[in-house]
């Protein structure tokens, strides 16, 4: 299915399923991880200010699976093991909005990974996660898409947010969220955070990027922008 196939079905399903948290449990956390999530997260948020229950900070769009990809792609490319591997994967969550932040990857004992790859490595590795998507439909032979992968994403992500529920200090993951102060100024964007007993804590900064990440920086914004705006229309259009 392409993302216009997902935006068409999964739209009008995750709004739906907001009207209801709006009206029986208006501050939950909301964790999105339908697809696109570049357009169902700010589906879900304009359904809540329709509803007066908007939060922000617990809006979540659940952007782990390019974090567990990005670590293990690389740690398999530097010959370690991918537990304790670190990757911020900023952006949005689809193609080219997808961006592995690849010269901050670290391994366990703080040993940056950059210095293992030359710039034609780096540019594979982020097209690689870019597209790993469809690496897997492909590897099926249009039999699935990306499942055990994705529930794995979905438990690590929400195992982080129940740490943070019970108190537990310096919870971070990288998370698609509304912020004023994205490096591309998109209304959404992921990006590390700092979670805490009542969602966000902390948008952390992105940190110093390269000049590929740069690069790749200005490249994702007019597509990341147009999905954003695509969900936003969307709920306008909607019956009252």
Known sequence: MTRDDLFNINAGIVAGLIEGVAKYCPRAWIAIISNPVNSTVPIAAEVLKKNGCYDPRKLLGVTTLDVVRARAFVAEAAGVAPEGVKVPVVGGHAGITILPLLSQATTPCGKRLASCFGP?????????????????????????????????????????????????????????VECHDAPNGAAFFARPVVLGAQGVKEYLPLGPLSAFEKEGLAKLGAELDGSIQKGVEFVRSMKK
Do not use: N, P
């Open 120 to 176: 034609e490595k780096i540019s594979a590795l982020t097209a690689r996660i870019q597209d790993a998507g469809t690496e897997v439909v492909q590897a099926k032979a249009g039999k699935g898409s990306a499942t055990l992968s994705m529930a794995y994403a979905a438990f690590e992500f929400a195992r982080s947010c129940l740490r943070a529920m019970k108190g537990e200090q310096g919870v971070v993951e990288c998370s698609y």
